[in-house]
């Protein structure tokens, strides 16, 4: 390949400019102070619950171990926000819940993201009669109720579908089950606005000069397209982490997402109907943890938007 | 300018997908966890193993899935949605009265986030990225984030709890006057409303700014209309085309979209009656509450389309893209 020809393939490849496109998203995404404490916060957050472990190990407790003499003590040098109805630490189970939340928040972000991207990719380049039958399965899934849906998903019996009834009551088939039953309704903002990015970018002029020059339909599709719909994909990602996190959270709350004893900040909330009067603090921890966290992440999503699509900023 | 063609589509349609949806329902309740006639022995200590056959073949379980599917689905096309497990009374019985109460709950609370959310988004609009409007902005976040049962137990242990001013929850029995039950809608109602608002804002804002945006605006301004004149009536008027579809699609969510709501505040609607079914095991109810709701949002779907083409006659494909760009 001559040099030309390579100079030409990377603007080709990413038209809207390299590394410079890149470096002023992120010097108009700074310039939102919100959207950047929102970002920080985030990782803040992120980082505190990864360390869950090493904090545990600090203060010399366990976040499932059950001590009935110890129940609703309040905050002190050892429990730094006291302890549960079980006697739980629950700085601590706070910790260990982020941990649950934020890694079902972004696991299924990712996912959604991919099944999203394949789908929208697929029915913007091909599409006629593809376009037709993905558009239509996109539609018949927003059309149906979105949380009696997740409820029944969540509470079917995994054994019915042929998994080994061992198996299924560990944790990790737990959050797997859930992050699968969430992804499955949540793919159709991404894969409609992927696919409206792709009918655009497609019949640009260096789309139908790489067609012309013989480029695959698959090497198009990833190197060409791929490339001018990563900014839609990851605001719609992004905007789609706390939403997930808000299902999760719900489910987890009525006993059918992830099950004690792990925590997750919605089923620490399970019960709390009943000590609201004497214990208020149990019902605002978790889930002020999970309206902070949401919020941060949909005013990261909105300043992700900004910065990247200046156009549609009114 | 709606031919009847377009029409008869359009209810083939509506027809093919509640079709599809009763079918994958219909499939899922078999995975649910347990089995109606474990349950039903499990009641009677006498019963036996015979018995459990002779049940079985008496509700048909005997039959393979597919079939009992095709049963299910000529009763119900006749009018005969069987019976609920959980209440022991035919579905429709319970279904009617649960919407009736669901309708009420979500009709009052869309009238309040609509006359809180319309002179807010408006006034948003006037100067985008303004102080104001940051602070709206935030507002809405703040209510697009919050979780609903969350909201609903912090409403509940101030407002019962704590200040003892309001009911935790039920409607104040059938037979109360309006003045008595008026209470316990003050709490359900609000959680909607603040967990709703958020969305209709920024929705409203970004259609004003867009209306504001326009020629015609230029020219009532040119003839000299007064600056409030120009805002609420000219901007507004072209502003409310997507937001009525928006408040149509909404519509379609009123059966299930207060599921979390009605069931925190053990409000006795559709949203309650589906999680109760599904927790109990009635699948039949289970099933006919969800195809009812489903339906739903498919005539409200379909009212939106020509809701739009009546008040937008010159666009008739565009309905699409408001309904793509409301669910971002």
Redesign the interface.
């Known amino acids: 390949m001559t040099l030309a020809a390579a100079a030409a393939e990377t603007e080709i490849r990413n038209p809207t400019g390299s590394l410079y496109g890149w470096r002023q998203i992120f010097r108009r995404f700074r310039r939102n102070r919100l959207a950047l404490f929102a970002f920080f916060l985030l990782a803040l957050l992120c980082a505190l619950s990864a360390a869950a472990g090493l904090v545990e190990a600090r203060m010399g407790l366990d976040a499932n171990e059950v001590d009935l003499m110890k129940r609703f003590l309040p905050p002190s040098a050892e429990h730094w926000l006291g302890t549960d109805a079980l006697g739980r630490d629950i700085f601590l189970r706070l910790l260990y819940g982020g941990r649950v939340s934020l890694s079902v928040g972004l696991v299924t972000a990712l996912l959604v993201a991919v099944i999203g991207t394949v789908i929208g990719l697929l029915a913007g380049f091909y599409g006629g009669r593809l376009d037709t039958v993905l558009m239509r399965l996109t539609d018949g899934v927003i059309i149906l109720p979105l949380l009696p849906f997740l409820i029944i998903l969540s509470s079917i019996d995994l054994t019915k579908l042929g998994f080994d009834p061992e198996k299924i009551f560990s944790s990790g088939v737990g959050v797997a089950h859930i992050v699968f039953v969430i992804a499955i309704f949540g793919w159709t903002t991404v894969a409609r606005l992927v696919r409206a990015q792709v009918y655009v970018v497609k019949e640009q002029d260096y789309i139908r000069a790489a067609r012309a020059l013989g480029v695959g339909p698959i090497a198009v599709m990833t190197r060409h397209i791929l490339p001018n719909v990563v900014a839609v994909m990851i605001v719609a990602t992004t905007l789609s982490v706390g939403n997930i996190i808000l299902l999760e959270s719900v489910l987890s709350f009525l006993g059918l997402g992830i099950q004690p004893p792990a925590a997750s900040w919605g089923n620490m909330l399970t019960g709390a109907q009943e000590l609201v009067w004497e214990h208020p603090f149990l019902t605002l921890y978790p889930g002020g943890m999970i309206f902070i966290t949401v919020m941060a992440f949909n005013i990261f999503g909105d300043g992700l938007q900004d910065a990247l699509n200046p156009k549609t900023k009114f | 300018m709606i031919s009847p063609g377009f029409f008869a589509g359009r209810i083939f349609q509506l027809g093919i997908?509640l079709f599809?949806?009763s079918f994958l329902?219909y499939m899922?309740?078999?995975?649910?966890?347990?089995d109606p006639i474990d349950m039903m022995l499990a009641a009677n200590p006498e019963a036996g193993p015979e018995d459990a056959a002779r049940l079985r073949a008496i509700y048909g379980l005997d039959r393979p899935l597919g079939e009992r599917y095709l049963n299910w689905l000529g009763a119900a096309v006749q009018g005969d949605f069987g019976h609920s497990r959980l209440f022991a009374r035919p579905v429709l019985d319970l279904i009617w009265p649960r919407m009736g109460t669901t309708f009420i709950l979500m009709s009052v609370s869309l009238v309040l986030t609509l006359a809180i959310a319309l002179p807010v988004g408006v006034y948003a609009a006037l100067k985008?990225y303004g102080f104001a409007d940051?602070f709206v902005n935030?507002f809405c976040?703040?209510g697009?984030?919050?979780?609903?049962?969350?909201l609903a137990?912090?409403l509940?242990?101030v407002f019962s709890?704590?200040l003892g001013w309001l009911p935790a929850g039920g409607t104040g029995g059938e037979d109360a006057g309006f003045l008595r039950r008026l209470p316990y809608y003050v709490l359900p109602v609000l959680t909607l409303t603040i967990a709703g608002i958020g969305g209709y804002i920024r929705y409203i804002r970004?259609a004003m700014?867009?209306s504001l945006s326009s020629a015609h605006i230029q020219t009532a301004r040119a003839k000299g209309c007064s600056e409030n004149r120009v805002i609420w009536v000219h901007a507004l008027r072209s502003a409310m085309i997507p937001v009525t579809t928006i408040i149509a699609l909404d519509f379609g969510?009123f059966f299930?979209?207060a599921?979390?709501t009605e069931t925190m505040f053990s409000w006795p609607g559709m949203g309650k009656l589906?999680?109760d079914s599904?927790?109990g095991n009635d699948f039949n109810l289970?099933l006919v509450a969800?195809l009812f709701?489903?339906f739903f949002?498919?005539a409200a779907?379909f009212t939106a389309d020509i809701l739009y083409m009546f008040l937008d006659p010159r666009v008739k494909m565009e309905v699409d893209k408001v309904k793509?760009e409301a669910?971002?």
């Not at chain 2, 899922?28 to 347990?34: E, K, N, R, T």
């Not at chain 2, 697009?144 to 969350?150: A, G, K, N, R």
Request: avoid cysteine; charge should be positive; aromatic fraction near 10%.
């Open positions: 997908m599809l949806v329902i899922l309740m078999g995975l649910m966890p347990g985008p940051r935030l976040f703040a697009i984030s919050i979780p609903v049962f969350w137990l912090i509940m242990s709890v704590w970004s700014i867009e969510t299930s979209g599921l979390i589906i999680y599904i927790m289970a969800l709701s489903t949002v498919l779907n793509k669910r971002i």
